[in-house]
């Protein structure tokens, strides 16, 4: 009898966990119709998907420094807007320091009609060897070959253009903390100047000097102790600037003046329960918006420009969600939202999911699925 009851007990409980293996709930957060579906899901050539961009036809172009599984390289990989196929454009090229090309941001240039991209080597060398290339395009889109565009960066992580200039974050200055502060910056660089030969920054301990150093940013670690610095930029059409950092979710603006220059950048939120990182950010122009992704959550949030105008706080939620693989489109540490038109010319958020764990996160695990999510924004 007592040995029949102890078999029924151990069978029951086997019956539930497989129950509730199966039905397993991730948890979400946002209204429905933001639900990211599955938009692209690679093998592992790309197995770190970062940065998202486009050009004026609706081509998306994507990087990948797959830091994950080495034996593949960085890459870079197309979208054909018409056919909807995907190949693969070039590879990042090689770092000589490192032996590795790490392509993340990336974004195309309307004023040269090249593709540029930042090469992240800061996880193989800390040594200045991080870069800015330019991917000399064709004029059938194909990639001729790869020039140093900027040289002797720490962590080249986020590009954009406005107006004949290059924006870049450096996400490290590794100048030592000071009240356990990590700073990381913002650099303007004219398209002109790195035409012809490649622009190199100086030093950290000179970043005060740097003709093209244009605003510094502060990480007091959270929890999770990381101390990165700015991570994403994205430009509004008036060249304002926006941008957070990745350890702590500072998220700062810099107004562009009437002449050109730049005020001092601005502090406008600071949150860490609800926006502890700030990861890749875009400009939803048709919202007048900023739309930011939080590796940490694995959530994304908005910020409401008319608001901030106002004086008032321009955060808001838009999706998160629980740790999942991403095997249907639900985030897996996102790093970069993009606008983006279909075919149908309706307005949808890409989404890079970065899948590469640091401790702290909700991402629990590199999985198999390295994927882009789409949200219908209509
Ligand atoms: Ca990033
Ligand atoms: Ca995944
Ligand atoms: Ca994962």
Not at 64 to 84: C, E, H, M, T
Not at 277 to 297: F, H, K, P, Q, V
Not at 306 to 335: I, M, V, Y
Request: glycine share 10%.
């Amino acid at each position: 009898m007592n040995r029949m009851f102890v078999g029924l007990t151990l069978g029951a409980a086997a019956a539930t966990m497989a129950v509730g293996d199966l039905f397993a709930k991730v948890q979400t957060w946002g209204d429905e119709k933001y639900r990211p579906r599955l938009f692209k899901n690679f093998g592992d050539i790309v197995n770190v998907p970062d940065g998202l961009t486009k050009d004026p036809q609706g081509n998306i172009y994507h990087s990948a420094p797959n830091l994950v599984k080495k034996d593949y390289p960085g890459v870079i990989v197309k979208r054909d807007f018409k056919s909807g196929r995907w190949s693969v454009l070039c590879a990042g090229l090689r770092s000589p320091k490192t032996g590795y090309g790490r392509p993340m941001g990336l974004e195309f240039c309307e004023e040269d009609g090249n593709l540029y991209y930042c090469d992240n080597q800061y996880f193989d060398s800390k040594d200045y060897a991080s870069r800015v290339m330019r991917v000399v395009l064709n004029k059938k889109g194909e990639a001729l070959r790869i020039e140093t565009a900027v040289d002797n960066v720490k962590l080249a992580n986020a590009i954009r253009f406005y107006k004949g200039d290059m924006f870049i974050t450096d996400t490290y200055f590794d100048l030592g903390r000071k009240d356990g502060i990590g700073m990381g910056g913002v650099y303007r660089i004219p398209l002109a100047a790195c035409k012809d030969k490649t622009v190199s920054l100086l030093p950290k301990t000179d970043y005060k000097k740097d003709p093209y150093f244009l605003c510094a940013t502060e990480t007091k670690p959270l929890e999770r102790k990381d101390d990165s610095g700015a991570d994403g930029l994205a430009i509004t059409k008036e060249g304002h600037l926006y941008f957070g950092t990745f350890g702590s979710g500072r998220f700062y603006t810099a107004k562009r003046k009437a002449d050109g220059s730049y005020e001092p950048a601005k502090l406008i939120f600071e949150d860490p329960k609800r926006f502890p990182c700030c990861d890749g950010i875009c400009y939803d122009e048709a919202e007048n918006r900023i739309i930011m992704s939080d590796s940490c959550l694995n959530a994304l949030h908005t910020w409401d420009i008319a608001k901030e105008a106002k004086g008032e706080c321009g955060f808001g939620e838009l999706w998160r969600n629980s740790d999942d693989t991403g095997a249907h489109g639900l985030l897996d540490q996102p790093c970069e939202p993009m606008i983006w038109k279909d075919k149908q010319g309706k307005r949808k958020l890409i989404v890079a999911n970065f899948d590469m764990t640091f401790p702290g996160l909700e991402n629990k695990k590199n999985d198999k699925f390295h994927t882009l999510s789409v949200i219908n924004l209509e």
